[in-house]
């Protein structure tokens, strides 16, 4: 029973533009969500992450968005470039710190 | 600074072989995962230990084991391996005082069982 969920296993974009990358969730007692970066042939490298009492938190070209009503979270990268084609996945923790991962979505940035 | 290594790095196993995977974190975290990824599965939790001495099964617990022999190591142990367990395994660690950083993994362990 996948608690969090991504439904776009891919996603295109051009350099210089936005990337938007959804995730759902199901479970209220989420304290913290967790964007992760993953490159081929390496573990996943943490990214950014908000509050569960917070509805925004932005680090320089990475901004995430939570709405809570919606138990919808999504990840802006503005401008995307070449070096941001990776496999994201978005994580939620539980008040014990245990993160359950989504499916992951492949972004791939074109020249 | 290491951080999380995990040993090896590629293994190919026969059916109903066992084999150990090993990881090690120097960064003096208490807590340590051990998740497996699959194409369109993401990543799933098979054990963890939240403290030095405690194992805790996680979602998909079955066909493995864990020793946490330390605080810095966690092994993850293969007793009679199966196809089904063909599979990336990552494992992590974490300080549960700062959770909004999630977890440091390592560089992976990518397993075919055949």
């Known amino acids: 029973d996948q608690q969090v969920k991504q439904n776009s296993p891919s996603l295109s974009v051009q350099e210089g533009r936005i990337s938007i990358l959804n995730c759902d969730y199901t479970?209220?007692?989420?304290?913290?969500f967790l964007w992760y970066k993953k490159y081929p042939a390496e573990g996943p490298t943490f990214l950014i992450s908000?509050?569960?009492?917070?509805d925004k938190n932005e680090d320089g070209r990475f901004t995430v968005f939570l709405n809570k009503s919606a138990k919808h979270l999504s990840l802006h990268i503005v401008p995307s470039q070449p070096g941001d084609s990776a496999v994201y996945f978005c994580?939620?923790?539980?008040?014990?710190?245990?993160?359950?991962f989504g499916a992951g979505t492949q972004v791939v940035v074109t020249p | 600074n290491a951080g999380v290594t995990q040993t090896p790095k590629f293994q190919v196993l026969k059916t109903g072989q066992s084999m150990t995977l090993q990881c090690a974190q120097d960064m003096n975290h208490n807590s340590m995962y051990w998740y497996r990824q699959d194409p369109g599965m993401g990543l799933r939790l098979i054990y963890y230990s939240a403290s030095e001495g405690t194992t805790d099964k996680g979602e998909v617990p079955n066909g493995y084991n864990v020793s946490r022999l330390n605080k810095r190591e966690f092994s993850l142990r293969l007793e009679s391996a199966a196809p089904s367990q063909t599979s990336v395994y990552f494992c992590?660690?974490?300080?549960?005082?700062?959770?909004?950083?999630?977890?440091?993994f390592g560089s992976g362990t990518r397993l075919t069982v055949v």
């Open positions: 908000i509050s569960s009492i917070k």
């Open positions: 994580a939620a923790a539980d008040s014990w710190g245990k993160l359950q």
């Open positions: 479970n209220s007692m989420f304290d913290y």
């Open positions: 992590a660690s974490s300080a549960l005082s700062t959770v909004n950083y999630g977890y440091t």
